[in-house]
């Protein structure tokens, strides 16, 4: 499921006025600073209206239960992510990699409980989290087969490298989270550097998939 799919489903039904979605948005940004660094468990919709400045009733107009507007604020945050991953296809390759590993360490650094969340996959077995965790994936691969390879379309082989990688990413920043001790900097280049090896690992595995100049060794 594509992230923009799993978005309509969040979505109230229609209420029709440009107030009510600029509300509506509102009411998700208030919530994505709530949820930044505060586990779904952890507020109650007492809590989240009571910090929110509203109504209880409010809330559950626009999202009809908690967690409909988790999973609301979730899907905002993260399609603010894929956004930037998917932009500024004009920058050089190495560039565009590097653009892509900073902004998804600074959404991983100030939204932890939902990078928690969707890498984790939500409380026990959440398909809809699973949903949202999925499509973020398949769009950072998708956006480093395009400047890899110039393409989204690309052979299983070089799609399985690549998902490996973004899964390695995961868990490489999920302990970076808990255990900060290496800067934004130097995990972007660990990971950048990371990327070159498995683009290298596809090459020699197909060549049809030839590893792109700034990730040569020899370049």
């Known amino acids: 499921m594509k992230i923009s799919e799993h978005s309509d489903a969040t979505r109230p039904r229609a209420r029709g006025t440009e107030r009510s979605l600029a509300r509506r948005a509102e009411l998700i940004a208030i919530g994505r600073k709530l949820f930044a660094d505060t ?6 919709m007492d ?9 209880k009733g409010l809330i559950y107009y626009y999202f009809q239960s908690k967690r409909g507007y988790y999973l609301a604020i979730i899907n905002d945050s993260v399609a603010d992510l894929v956004t930037f991953a998917a932009s500024e296809l004009e920058l050089e390759q190495l560039d565009r990699v590097h653009r892509t590993m900073e902004g998804y360490l600074r959404y991983a650094e100030h939204n932890q409980a939902a990078f928690r969340a969707v890498v984790s996959g939500g409380v026990g077995f959440d ?10 994936r398949e769009a950072i691969v998708a956006t480093v087969a ?11 082989l070089a799609r399985m490298g690549l998902f490996a990688w973004v899964c390695g990413v995961e868990g490489a920043t999920l302990d970076w989270i808990d255990r900060p001790q290496l800067s934004r900097e ?3 280049e660990i990971l950048v550097k990371q990327l070159g090896g498995a683009l290298r690992a596809i090459e020699e595995l197909d060549p049809a998939y030839p590893t792109p100049a700034p990730a040569r060794r020899d370049a």
């Open 47 to 55: 809590d989240i209206a009571r910090q929110a400045h509203v109504a």
């Open 127 to 136: 398909a809809e989290v699973h949903a949202i965790r999925d499509g973020v």
């Open 186 to 188: 130097q995990m972007r």
């Open 146 to 156: 395009e400047g890899a390879y110039g393409r989204t379309d690309i052979a299983p």
């Open 39 to 44: 586990s779904y468990d952890a507020l109650s």
